[in-house]
């Protein structure tokens, strides 16, 4: 399944010259994996639909020196963290800097605790409740819609 992801980043032309490519195990279920570019760092998931709520759901938590689950730390976190959406006959994919995921509580800080999963809404979702709506709003400028 990882093949997929990063089929998709390259054959789409979204990312060009991966390469020092680290699948990460423990989120498999998710294609999860780190990566280099043209010397910027990446990390690249795949959403999931959720079938009760509108959006798709993704992860966002690796293992400490303790084997325990914790939200990503803003300080060792690539440059870049990338979720691939596909559904059905739409595609799409968000491009969020380090920066903004920490400003929106979702990277570890001293300051916060983060997030270890967050739901996200491609432009295509609508009907969504006023919270997912304020979600959208912060989310659609990192978002760009592809073909399959």
Request: glycine share 6%; charged share 25%.
């Amino acid at each position: 399944m990882i093949n997929q992801s990063i089929e998709y980043l390259t054959s789409e032309a979204l990312i060009l010259g991966i390469s020092d490519i680290e699948l990460e195990t423990q989120n498999a279920d998710y294609e999860g994996f780190c990566f280099q570019a043209d010397g910027v760092s990446y990390r690249s998931r795949l959403a999931k639909k959720t079938p009760k709520k509108n959006g798709y759901f993704v992860v966002f938590w690796e293992k400490n020196e303790s084997n325990t689950n914790q939200a990503y730390v803003y300080e060792t976190s690539p440059t870049f963290i990338i979720i691939i959406v596909k559904d059905k006959h739409q595609c799409g994919y968000f491009k969020f800097p380090k920066e903004v995921l920490l400003k929106q509580g979702i990277l570890r800080s001293q300051e916060k605790a983060g997030k270890m999963g967050i739901r996200i809404y491609p432009t295509w979702e609508k009907e969504l409740n006023s919270s997912a709506q304020k979600t959208q709003k912060w989310q659609a400028p990192y978002f760009k819609q592809t073909s399959i």
